[in-house]
Nanobody
Framework: QVSLVESGGGLVPAGGSLRLSCQAS????????MAWFRQAPGKEREFVAA????????YNEDSVKGRFTISRDNDKNMVFLQMNSLKPEDTAVYYC????????????????WGQGTQVTVSS
């Protein structure tokens, strides 16, 4: 069983940056995919970015390509989401998740979730 805790959310003006962190504990993540999802008010949760922990290969949603970067620190069992050039439409609760299916974007393939961290981008 994996436990996940996100941090780093907050209020930022449009064009600003934030770095989200996800601390994982419990089951080994050696062959896992770790991902970030987000859910805006009144909308379904959507995929943002994923990374294969073993290979470092990443996969980003088109709407965040060139602005968001997912990275990892294997020694610390942490995954990060660096978010630059933030837009008001990026406002959402951001969740960290773990899957043992490689680089999948379907939320139903993820069995462990954090509690989420709020990101608010003001216009």
């Amino acid at each position: 069983q994996v436990s996940l805790v996100e941090s780093g959310g907050g209020l930022v003006p449009a064009g600003g940056s934030l770095r989200l962190s996800c601390q994982a504990s419990g089951r080994t993540l050696t062959h896992a995919t770790m991902a970030w999802f987000r859910q805006a008010p009144g909308k379904e949760r959507e995929f943002v970015a994923a990374m294969s922990i073993s290979t470092g290969i990443t996969y980003n949603e088109d709407s965040v390509k060139g602005r968001f970067t997912i990275s990892r620190d294997n020694d610390k069992n942490m995954v990060f989401l660096q978010m630059n050039s933030l837009k008001p439409e990026d406002t959402a609760v951001y969740y960290c998740a773990v899957s043992y299916t490689d680089l999948v974007r379907d939320q139903y393939e993820y069995g462990a979730w954090g509690q989420g961290t709020q990101v608010t981008v003001s216009s």
